[in-house]
């Protein structure tokens, strides 16, 4: 029944996506250059680790928890500062509004705290409007921000969520829209909100010849190589931004929007 259900509201809103698809899925964005707020010297204090987002932070699909993308970021980061400890706040399930409300009050408030937010996904799948995922992560990273001004975050952007298996074909061409112009809109609230931001749609596009064999076995989730992909992906962000992390020297992070 909620399969059915979720079929009738996607059936609504295909009219209106194609043609707010047609209009806008043109558009570029220039490259930015936003500063990361950053924490004072947190060289011999721990540094910790908070994963924050929806079943891809908590790590569904993955044979064994150190498969999963907390835990292989976890590894890395510790294998540089032993003393970091992990935090996972993940939601199977959780919208970018729901992460908003009911994760971010959990994060621990410490100037030593690294952000790590992996969250659209499920917006997607619900067909939200592109207003309304911006909105939502506008918030999102505001919220973060005031909970925690001088912290270190990584926004995770979204990959084409129409590679996977199980979205039907008609809705393909309108979720991969929708997965990228949010990616886009992810990219543009980092640079608001000083956070680094990890480009994942093209990536997925790339790999989207084998994407069936990064998949788990329920055609949504990433299994172990799909989520050491992720990770490698984001991996050089964080290490760039590790060692200004445990310094008192800004840091000017340089990234680029998908086009």
């Not at 980061?77 to 199977?92: A, D, K």
């Not at 975050?153 to 129409?162: E, F, Q, Y």
Request: aromatic letters at 6%; a positive charge; one cysteine or more.
């Amino acid at each position: 029944m909620r399969a059915e259900s979720d079929l009738e509201m996607k059936g609504s809103c295909v009219i209106v996506m194609l043609a707010t698809l047609l209009h806008g899925c043109d558009r570029t964005h220039d490259s930015t250059y936003p500063i990361v707020r950053l924490p004072p010297s947190c060289a011999q204090r721990r540094i910790q680790l908070a994963i924050v987002g929806d079943s891809l932070a908590r790590g569904w699909g993955a044979s064994a928890p150190q498969h999963t993308f907390a835990s292989l970021v976890y590894s890395s980061v510790r294998h540089q500062y032993p003393r970091t400890t992990l935090h996972n706040l993940g939601i199977p399930g959780a919208t970018t509004d729901r992460i908003a409300a009911g994760e971010v009050s959990r994060i621990r408030k410490d100037d030593c705290t690294l952000v790590v937010i992996v969250s659209g996904a499920n917006d997607v799948q619900k067909l939200y409007t592109p207003h309304h995922f911006r909105t939502s992560y506008g918030e999102l990273l505001k919220s973060v921000r005031s909970r925690l001004p001088d912290a270190g975050v990584v926004v995770i952007g979204l990959p084409d969520v129409s590679l996977s298996p199980r979205i039907i074909w008609p809705f393909k061409p309108i979720e991969s829209w929708l997965s990228r112009d949010g990616s886009a809109s992810i990219a543009r609230e980092a640079r608001t909100y000083g956070a680094a931001f990890v480009p994942l749609y093209a990536l997925s596009r790339k790999e989207a010849y084998r994407s069936k064999s990064l998949l788990s076995g329920d055609g949504i989730h990433p299994n172990d190589e799909g989520y050491r992909i992720m990770a490698r992906a984001a991996l050089p962000s964080i290490t760039m931004l590790l060692p200004r992390l445990v310094s008192e020297t800004p840091l000017i992070f340089s990234f680029r929007t998908e086009r």
